[in-house]
């Protein structure tokens, strides 16, 4: 995704401003604003996002700030866990951190005897309770089998950047959006029986985006990546938690937003 938008934006380069048609997520469905488009354009060294909608024009983004940030972005959040999502257990260091996986001693029963055996664990994000990780899933909590998961976990990604109207809900997207802005290590998530409740906010807002969150994902259309982002978001950090087998099927395969 990143080598796509530099891509875009180095044929800027040599071919002068361009416009770009405007596609964002409104109440978490996907639409083109024919009212609005965005110019991209080379000036003083900076690669200007202009919005266009008649009376209200204005840079939005210069491009040292915008490639800064689609970096993090593809480093955070659109991770390629793709076919190998099980795998962040064992491997990602976010992941781990979030989800307070370490080593912790777990009580056996062999031949009528006690004992315990230092194994890595975590505790299941629903219920909390802490098992091995080789016991555990990973859930996706977007649901990665309905049409409409792919919609719901690109904008849970791009909520986790800041490029909705409504704040993270969640106290790991909340984090992850910290972890960006700071890079410093990133807290564990408490567990949904630990929880304070959610905080009042819109729903719509939470699932649709900001101008800036539209002008990202306008170009990520126009690289004709929309799709890919999509799978790699269902299958991306933002997406996944651990959980017990046994949360984890008895959760089955929502939508947040039904129309
Ligand atoms: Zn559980």
Redo the contacts with the bound molecule.
């Keep these: 995704m990143y080598y796509s938008v530099i891509n875009v934006t180095s044929s800027i380069k040599q071919s002068g401003p361009t416009n770009i048609p405007y596609w964002t997520y409104e109440n978490a469905l996907e639409k083109q604003d024919a009212t609005k488009s965005f110019r991209l354009e080379i000036k003083d060294s900076h690669l200007r996002v202009t919005v266009l909608n008649g009376a209200n024009a204005g840079p939005i983004w210069k491009y040292t700030n915008f490639l800064d940030f689609i970096c993090k972005v593809e480093v955070l959040c659109f991770r390629n866990t793709v076919n190998t999502y099980s795998s962040v257990l064992h491997n990602d260091t976010l992941f781990k951190e979030l989800y307070n996986i370490s080593n912790r001693p777990v009580s056996y029963i062999k031949n009528g005897v006690s004992s315990t055996k230092n194994e890595s664990t975590g505790p299941?994000m629903?219920?909390?309770?802490v098992l091995p990780v080789r016991a555990m899933q990973v859930d996706h909590q977007a649901a990665k089998g309905v049409r409409g998961g792919g919609d719901e976990a690109l904008l849970r990604a791009f909520r986790a950047m800041g490029l909705t109207k409504g704040v993270a809900h969640g106290p790991k997207n909340s984090t992850i959006l910290t972890h960006i802005n700071s890079l410093a290590s990133a807290p564990a998530v408490s567990t949904q029986p630990d929880r304070a409740p959610l905080p009042a906010g819109s729903r719509d807002d939470r699932y649709t985006l900001t101008d800036k969150g539209a002008v990202l994902y306008s170009i990520i259309k126009f690289a004709k990546r929309a799709d890919e982002v999509r799978t790699r978001c269902l299958h991306g950090l933002t997406n996944l938690r651990l959980?017990?087998p046994?949360?984890?099927a008895s959760r089955g395969d929502k939508l947040k937003y039904v129309h």
């Excluded at 629903?126 to 309770?129: D, M, N, P, S």
């Design positions: 299941c629903i219920c909390g309770v959980s017990c046994h949360c984890n």
